[in-house]
């Protein structure tokens, strides 16, 4: 049972890391918006170059 | 909403019918042979594919038509609302209407980065708040919004109203305290199994793990809980029983006795269900939250759009636009042709033709003489005219019955919701339960007071209300978030309970049974000379004018078209399109008609306009009285057109000629006579009643103050007949809430004996807890099916 010591404390801390990533998500405001958040990965990065160079009328 | 689902495959139409044209931009019915259905969206689709965004196409999910961009955007100085910042950039915060989809978000946040001295621009789609930064000229706010405009965006500044919806401080404490609710359960729970499973675990190290769950659960019960104990407390002081302090009964006291428990090494402790128990009921009350709060921000997004601007006349005669709270008594107003007056004020010179509507229910306009007082509210239907301001925004008319709706709210929060009824009797059955069980033990069979505490704590813990905490919010978040989807906006939380109980339905006339706005009615034109006239309307801001072009979208601007305001259009010259006096035509008597000739030898005909019945009228009534409804129509307007449009809604009861304090008497007075009336009206003098009925409605095209009076707003082209769908689910929403309620009460008369009898492990606790929590859930899941 001596192991406890070791894996109690370990699970607990792994624990903790992940609820402290949670409020600092929560923070920043990563919970605002999840319908955008849904679609933006989505998106391509960049709209194709060469027609973006093109002076506006 | 995805772009998931819309890989989907479509299902093929019929070869042998063409589908009828769609517009390439916003994807309306276009007229046959054109790419567009109108100037705007061919400008806009140029717009798109020069800036080489032409990807939204294949990736929008809008409804037709939102992205149609208006004819004349609304004049709003938005780089008033630009905030320079330290290092010199500028910030301007907007909201976007009409975005839907995440390739709208694309779209702008692509056109505007696309634009070499915009720095970032970022959308929040759930908050339809645009975020835009670039670089030196405040000034340059008006193009960039001007450039969304013409992308087909409504945009206006982002408000203090939007931001209260969108900013949710009590939502975002809720989720944090789930994620620390969860947080701690879980790893209680590693805990807790050790020692359900370990039966050859030795006493110290049972000792050791009990500490360890107290150690995670004390502070997680303490500050997860807040959100409870803090209603609990509330409730208390306003002297009633909440869900909440059964609830938080049940927590503190799994609580205090695992405390004493672990304090003297008993066998079990109960950490893992007073945090699962936070943890599940929080779930509930964020999904629900959730729900609501998405119909808040919609409710908001309606509200903002219609807060305008003012056009003050300096000393000096020059106009500028100003918030409407800016004007002080005594201020010179510009009233444009179609503006709505937002203040109180008298005519200085001339008349006005006004459209009182909104403030009187009276579908003719009204003319109004110099030196007479015009009512805020009401739209100017002719001319440009000057006025006097009177009042102040925040002294006016609008303003008082702003304060009387608040009032009115007020009294209709204290509605105590059925959970709440439920827990004013079951929370004493249960303690009274606890404490027989307590002393049974204790004195009776004689056992330590810990011990005999062990019971009458694990009865507390069985029939702390898990489930039924939860009936009540899983089933308003699913009914909720169905009507959402089907364009009825839910903002309060009883709100749905209140809609199933009602009995009458008392309907407005002006905007509400009918559209509001004039339209053409059939006559003795040809479709040529409709296609000509509507050409030159299009130079015109005046109602009837526009109601001309609506009747003929297509039709092409005529050139060199001059507007003589409140009278009428010339080309060339010559009069075309106006009143019969201004075409040289005696007087013909009607408000609503404008006369039209090809040129100067035509005959002249006739364009009639009328505020027509909405086409779903008639059968959203009959569906109304199917639902056990008795309808009733309740009118500002002249008997004639109340009984007229009551015969054809189908309607037997009508009253017309009602000032808003009668409309708000006879609601009172239907109240008092036992009726839990359902009012529906648009207008500012339907408020007050909105305000007092039992549950109110109001389409999104009404006023804001009868919106912001009412507990669903309906949005939608076809408003009515949403309502009763809405009703039906609110019914059926209730029926499953009393079901869940039902169920938990059956589940607590088989655990509570056995919690007596002392036979109720942590374990079985906590299997009694999850299971009937889930069927729980499972049940509300049928509130989307049958809505959907």
């Known amino acids: 049972m001596d192991i406890l010591v070791l894996l109690v404390p370990l699970a607990l801390l792994m624990g903790l890391m992940g609820l402290v990533a949670f409020l600092w998500n929560l923070r920043s405001g990563q919970y605002e918006d999840l319908d955008g958040a849904a679609s933006r990965i989505l998106f391509d990065d960049q709209p194709p170059p060469p027609s973006r160079k093109e002076p506006s009328p | 909403m995805s772009l998931i689902g819309r890989t989907a495959p479509a299902a093929a139409p019929p070869p042998a019918t063409p589908a009828p044209p769609r517009c390439a931009h916003c994807g309306a019915a276009a007229p046959a042979g054109a790419r567009f259905c109108c100037t705007g969206c061919e400008g806009a689709h140029a717009l798109v594919q020069g800036l080489g965004l032409d990807a939204f196409y294949r990736r929008r999910d809008v409804a037709e038509g939102t992205l149609r961009p208006a004819v004349e955007p609304p004049v709003v100085d938005f780089a008033q609302h630009a905030v320079v910042q330290k290092d010199g950039t500028v910030v301007l915060e907007l909201m976007v209407a009409g975005l839907s989809c995440g390739a709208c978000v694309w779209l702008v946040e692509q056109a505007l980065a696309a634009e070499p001295d915009v720095l970032s621009a970022r959308v929040s789609l759930s908050a339809r708040r645009l975020r835009v930064t670039w670089r030196d000229d405040a000034a340059r706010a008006n193009e960039l919004a001007a450039l969304l405009a013409r992308l087909g965006f409504r945009v206006v500044p982002f408000s203090p109203a939007c931001l209260r919806a969108t900013e949710d401080a009590e939502g975002r404490a809720l989720i944090r305290a789930l994620g620390i609710a969860a947080f701690g359960s879980m790893n209680v729970m590693l805990v807790s199994v050790a020692v359900w499973v370990g039966s050859d675990m030795g006493e110290a190290t049972r000792h050791l793990l009990h500490w360890v769950a107290a150690l995670i659960a004390l502070p997680v019960v303490l500050v997860a809980g807040l959100p409870f104990y803090r209603n609990a407390l509330a409730g208390l002081r306003a002297g009633r029983m909440s869900m909440d302090l059964a609830v938080s009964l049940g927590v503190l006291a799994a609580t205090a006795m695992s405390v004493s428990e672990a304090a003297r090494n008993g066998p079990f402790t109960w950490f893992d269900g007073a945090t699962a128990l936070l943890a599940l009921l929080l779930a509930g009350r964020v999904l629900d939250r959730a729900a609501r709060r998405r119909a808040r921000q919609a409710v908001a997004e309606l509200l903002a759009l219609q807060e305008g601007t003012v056009t003050l006349l300096g000393a000096d005669g020059g106009a500028r636009a100003v918030p409407v709270d800016a004007p002080r008594p005594g201020d010179r107003l510009l009233v444009a042709a179609g503006e709505r007056l937002r203040l109180d004020a008298v005519l200085e010179g001339g008349d006005a033709i006004l459209d009182t509507s909104a403030t009187t229910g009276e579908s003719l306009p009204r003319t109004v003489m110099a030196g007479e007082a015009l009512p805020a509210g009401a739209v100017n239907m002719g001319a440009p005219f000057t006025a006097r301001v009177t009042a102040a925004a925040r002294d006016g008319s609008l303003a008082a019955m702003a304060r009387l709706l608040e009032r ?133 801001r005046h109602p009837l004018a526009r109601a001309l072009v609506e009747a003929c979208p297509d039709a092409p601007a005529m050139p060199g078209v001059t507007e003589i305001p409140g009278r009428g259009l010339m080309q060339g010259g010559v009069a075309l399109l106006g009143s019969a006096g201004f075409l040289g035509l005696p007087a013909d008597g009607t408000g609503l008609t404008l006369w039209f000739r090809a040129d100067a030898d035509a005959a002249p005909v006739a364009f009639r306009f009328a505020d027509r019945l909405r086409d779903e009228a008639p059968a959203s009534v009959a569906a109304l009285t199917a639902l056990g409804l008795r309808p009733e129509l309740l009118s500002g307007d002249a ?22 304090a009668g409309k708000a008497a006879h609601v009172e007075a239907l109240r008092a006579a036992g009726h839990r009336p359902l009012m529906v009206g648009d207008g500012i003098n339907d408020a007050a009643a909105l305000a007092l009925a039992h549950v109110s409605a109001a389409p999104e095209a009404g006023t804001d103050l009868a919106q912001t009076a009412s507990d669903l707003v309906l949005r939608g082209a076809a408003p009515l007949s949403a309502l009763p769908a809405a009703i039906a689910t609110a019914r059926r929403a209730q029926r499953l809430a009393r079901q869940n309620i039902a169920f938990s009460l059956a589940y607590n008369l088989v655990a509570v004996p056995l919690a007596i009898l002392g036979l109720v492990t942590p374990l079985i606790a906590a299997l009694v807890m999850a299971s009937s929590s889930l069927v729980v859930i499972l049940n509300s899941l049928r509130a989307e099916r049958d809505a959907a």
């Open chain 2, 408 to 540: 009115a709210e007020g009294a209709r929060g204290r509605y105590v919701d059925i959970a709440d009824r439920a827990v004013r009797v079951y929370v004493p059955v249960v303690h009274a339960v606890a404490l027989a069980t307590f002393l049974g033990w204790w004195l009776w069979v004689g056992v330590s007071w810990q011990a005999a505490l062990v019971p009458a704590v694990a009865a507390l813990i069985v029939t702390c209300p898990c489930g039924f905490a939860i009936a009540v919010p899983a089933v308003q978040a699913v009914a909720v978030g169905a009507l959402f989807r089907r364009g009825v906006l839910v903002a309060s939380g009883t709100a749905l309970e209140r809609l199933a109980g009602a009995d009458v339905a008392v309907l407005d006339k002006t905007g509400t049974l009918t559209e509001g706005q004039p339209s053409l009615l059939p006559g003795d034109w040809t479709p040529a000379q409709l296609r000509a006239a509507a050409g030159l309307a299009r130079s015109s």
């Open chain 2, 639 to 660: 008997a004639p057109a109340a009984a007229a449009v009551a015969a054809q809604a189908g309607i037997a009861d009508w009253r017309a000629g009602v000032d808003p």
